[in-house]
């Protein structure tokens, strides 16, 4: 079994920063993907940003030039660095992992989601 664990998340003014961290830990034996989707209230789950096992990044249209997401391989962590934060980016923050536990086992992981609030 995999667990991801999320950290970093907050209250933070208009115009701040966060960072978000997440750990992967178990039977790991590849990482194919990890990212971040968030939800607000109302609506759906969305993907902001994921990093996949070449190292190749995408960003959702409306966290880019502002997040960046990166990577730790030895430590099987993600991050997530938020700038230039606004209200809409307001949210549930859920880590997400493409990982095989074995050449044989693929699954879909998730974090228990971390909320960022970003408000004056």
């Known amino acids: 079994q995999v667990q991801l664990v999320e950290s970093g998340g907050g209250l933070v003014q208009p115009g701040g920063s966060l960072r978000l961290s997440c750990a992967a830990s178990g039977r790991i034996f590849i990482i194919n993907a990890m990212g971040w989707y968030r939800q607000a209230p109302g609506k759906g789950r969305e993907l902001v940003a994921n990093i996949i096992s070449s190292g190749s990044t995408n960003y959702a249209d409306s966290v880019k030039g502002r997040f960046t997401i990166s990577r730790d391989n030895a430590k099987n962590t993600v991050y997530l660095q938020m700038n230039s934060l606004k209200p809409e980016d307001t949210a549930v923050y859920y880590c997400?992992?493409?990982?095989?536990?074995?050449?044989?086992?693929?699954?879909?992981?998730w974090g228990q989601g971390t909320q960022v609030t970003v408000s004056s």
């Open positions: 997400n992992g493409d990982i095989r536990s074995s050449f044989y086992v693929r699954n879909d992981y």
